[in-house]
């Protein structure tokens, strides 16, 4: 069954610093898509970046790029130069088709990234 | 930049009452998501829409759960009778590849 981990319930990172969060997934399709988005305390799902399972580069979003490994099936979010507005609840999430074809994203547990001044 | 549109943002209802949440989806996405997340959890999947019906359903989405697309823009989750439990933020979502989410409406039911 597909399933996607993400292991740190908490994160603090000190402004400027980059901060790794952390993602497994498990599928047994070849073609899939893991997501990452950013939920503020206001409540929001805020897209930050997407990578398809054939990609051969890893994503990149402006200070964000995702550190796709494919064999150890981890997609590890990678925030460069934290500033205090990262402060939020961070998803990660995978699309693949499962024992379907619609698209709905299986979500993991999230992680909570608290920036220092 | 387009975006998906939820409204309301804050309901509250009474246990036993029926709600509607509504959704404006991206114009020229053909998927269409409600998803729910309650306090403190992860977001769930409840169902899907693609070409004007359900395509897959969670166990969540029980009877008292429908959708519909009654005008070709707005997507809606209608809630027939509330329960306590229903108490959660709902998201609408809309995909062709990437899948972006509105900003969600948090049901209190009292």
């Known amino acids: 069954a597909q399933k996607i981990t993400q292991t740190q319930p908490g994160m603090f990172v000190q402004e400027k610093e980059a901060v790794t969060l952390d993602c497994t997934y498990d599928?047994?399709?070849?073609?899939?898509?893991l997501f990452w988005y950013k939920q503020p305390s206001s409540g929001e799902m805020i897209f930050l970046i997407y990578?398809?399972?054939?990609?051969?580069q890893n994503a990149t979003e402006g200070r964000y790029s995702l550190n796709f490994q494919k064999a150890r099936k981890s997609a590890n979010l990678v925030i460069s130069a934290s500033q205090l507005g990262d402060s939020a609840m961070y998803f990660c999430a995978m699309r693949d088709k499962g024992s379907s074809n619609t698209g709905k994203l299986i979500f993991g547990q999230g992680t909570t990234l608290q920036v220092k001044p | 930049e387009p975006e998906v549109t939820q409204t309301p943002s804050h309901q509250v209802t009474q246990m036993g009452q029926e709600v509607i949440l509504r959704c404006v989806p991206i114009s020229n996405h053909l998927y269409f998501y409600w998803y729910r997340q309650i306090l403190g959890q992860k977001v769930e999947f409840l169902v899907s829409f693609y070409n004007n019906e359900i395509s897959e359903k969670s166990e969540i989405f029980d009877d008292q759960f429908s959708v519909e697309r009654p005008d070709g823009s707005n997507f809606t989750l209608k809630i027939r009778s509330t329960k306590l439990e229903d108490s959660a933020m709902y998201f609408c979502?809309?995909?062709?590849?990437?899948?972006?989410f509105g900003q969600g409406t948090r049901l209190t039911v009292v």
């Open positions: 599928t047994s399709d070849q073609s899939y898509g």
């Open positions: 990578q398809g399972s054939y990609d051969e």
């Open positions: 979502a809309s995909s062709q590849i990437l899948a972006f």
